[in-house]
């Protein structure tokens, strides 16, 4: 509920107030060149959200995007996202999907919602409804055949409870509470396929991910074709595989240096295509390689071998480990 004092400047900036003064918004989260659209003095806006900076003498709300920028509260404006976790490898984690305040005025009686991820890295288990807006005798949740995405739907009104619409007095209530079980390491996208209010198909939509690290000492190694997760792929079709290596996280962060070599049958070196430490927050990277040798060159089919070597520069500690990928050919 803030007054626009304002229009915005030549720089973007333009004044706004709850009551209790004045305060600055910037762009400084747009692209070069943004001018604000809509906005002119005497205005009201429900809300206008942020990252404070202060520059030039004067502390500022830059919004990340027009999702932080809202007219009116109406339920189009709604958001919902999904909150990160970190888990252990084969250890239940419970993903909350949060929603922001749902008035009374809103008439909420449904939601119906889509929500991927990655099988290969996360396995989906149930959900939880304890402490959500979502009572559990009338919540459907639908595991897909490929197993990568849940269909939800939640009808208000069948629930046996109901006694009006879904509501909400605060930013961040549970929606409702997906149970997955990490089976990699990495970083799991937890996605919206679509999620609507009602019939209303919410544009506000931010995703989440579920962060697996490696908790003990071993060079972790994952190689995968993009097309068909095999460690197989043809660089004359501009195939490329990638290489996913990693080390343990301890409580003080990663301090390790990887090197990945590529060796032919005979135990020729020929790339390196990997040597730096490790900056990845949670200790694990990837390396696109498209098949060729340090001169640039294509390699000719056959197997190869791909050497992971970790050496923790703190202790000295080496780590070791080896993986075949196989470089094909169409045919003829």
Known sequence: ????????????????????????????????????????????WAEIRGLVDYSFSYYAINPRNMNDMV????????????QSETANIDENVTVSVQTSRLRSNYNVSEYTARIAFDPALIKYQGVDIT???????????????????????????????????????????????????????GEAIVSFGYFKYNDVSLASLNSGKVITPIRKKMAFLNISNAMNDKNIFNPSLNEKITIKYGYR???????AKATIRIYDVQGRQVNTIVNKNISAA??????????RDTNMNLL???????????????????????QPIVISSKLK
């Open 249 to 255: 996280l301890k409580d003080s962060g990663i301090n």
């Open 131 to 185: 402490g959500t807006l979502t009572l559990s005798n009338a919540v459907q949740v639908t595991l897909a055949a490929t197993e990568d995405y849940v269909d939800i739907y939640y009808p208000a009104y069948d629930s046996g409870d109901y006694d009006g619409p879904m509501t909400s007095d605060t930013d961040g209530a549970d929606l409702i509470k997906l149970i997955f079980t990490p089976v990699e390491y």
């Open 71 to 82: 007219r009116e509260y109406t339920l189009v404006n709604a958001a919902v996202w999904i």
């Open 282 to 291: 949670n200790g694990i990277e990837a390396f696109v390689w498209n098949g």
């Open 1 to 44: 509920n803030v007054n626009v004092l304002s229009a915005p400047n030549s720089y973007g900036e333009f004044n706004i107030s709850d009551g209790s003064g004045s305060c600055q918004v910037d762009n400084q989260f747009f692209d070069i060149g943004h001018t604000w659209s809509g906005i002119s003095m005497g205005q009201t």
């Open 300 to 322: 000719p089919i056959g197997v190869y071998y791909c050497h992971l070597e970790i050496v923790e520069r703190d202790s000295g500690n080496r780590e070791e480990t080896v």
